[in-house]
């Protein structure tokens, strides 16, 4: 993982990009490539509800994120923010552990929206709107 991190790294910086955002497995070393490189980056803390190769549960993934959080707490480049993988399948009480977390640390939420037209369609048949649309009230 480290060393793909450092490839794009190299060949973003060719490109005159000094900034990117991440949001896959692994945020520890793509922080921790691009904190050495002198490079900005937006880590994304993966959470999922199917096990990876980063954690094997939601709780485990936040745990996860949390600490590579904490290790860059404070950094002058590197910035984290919770990154809900396949949002179609995360269930609601994921999604309102990590609304409750973002809200109690002040944390951003990057988030794959509208990616097809299942998604949509399914989301309709569900919840009766479009993911984007939200019910804008702690009963969602």
Not at 27 to 36: K, L, N, V, W
Not at 54 to 70: C, F, H, M, N
Not at 109 to 116: F, G, K, M, T, V
Request: glycine share 8%; proline share 6%.
């Amino acid at each position: 993982m480290r060393d793909g991190v450092l490839a794009a790294i190299a060949e973003m910086l060719s490109s005159g990009i000094t900034c990117f955002g991440d949001r896959y497995y692994y945020p520890d070393q793509c922080a921790r490539a691009a904190a050495e490189q002198g490079v900005r980056a937006s880590i994304g803390l993966p959470v999922a509800e199917t096990a990876s190769p980063w954690a094997k549960s939601p709780s485990e993934y936040l745990t996860e994120g949390l600490r590579v959080r904490d290790d860059y707490a404070g950094h002058p480049l590197i910035s984290s923010v919770f990154a809900p993988h396949a949002p179609a399948r995360l269930s609601n009480a994921t999604f309102a552990r990590v609304a409750t977390l973002a809200d109690e640390l002040d944390a951003g939420i990057a988030i794959d929206l509208h990616e097809s037209a299942d998604e949509i369609a399914r989301s309709l048949a569900v919840h009766g709107m479009r993911p984007s649309s939200g019910c804008g009230s702690s009963a969602c």
